[in-house]
């Protein structure tokens, strides 16, 4: 079946008002979050068929449906924000919600691995990282990934971390960044720091967790 005739689900958002298809997906480039997120709820039935059979059994156990979908909406969300999403109709927009889908799970498995590999100082920091990722949206216990991001307020520290999760050296961070290695270094064990005061805490009271990277 074609892919354009599977996303139907948000059209009934239009039945019955003045927008039209084209005018829809013009509101998601202008930066309307709230729209783009009613697509990937609409289509999140066909999100879960296309992904469960590249989730194995093993995978499924620590990166859930229901987490794929939070992950892919607030990946979306964010790139909507920046002004990044140029897509103009259901074909192409459905071919980046699929592309941001296989990313998430690309990631969320190298940064297993990476946790898993840890042997040096930042063990026990692995240790306490490692179930931020195999956190549950559905079971809303620990502190998610993404709320580890958050907590950290500065751009750099978020790509910083982000760069160790996916395994490359302080030293080679610092020269992407154009820093010092040793500036990288501080800046690491600040990120640690916050990064442990956040887990420590435990989820937002009443929420049991949410957001992510």
Known sequence: MPIASKTKGYEKMLTGSEISEADFFVRIQDGDRTAAAEFIASNAPLIRRRFRHKLGRAMRRVF???ELISTVTRRLDRMVRQGMVRASNKRQMWSLVLEIAENAVV????ALRRLERVESEDSPFAAMV?????ASDESGEGVEIGELFESLSDPVDREILAMWLNGMSHLLASQLLDMPHATVRKRWERIKDKCRVRIESGPPRGTGGEMGA
């Open 64 to 66: 859930d449906s229901q």
């Open 107 to 110: 990631d969320k498995s190298r």
């Open 130 to 134: 490692r179930p931020c990722l195999l």
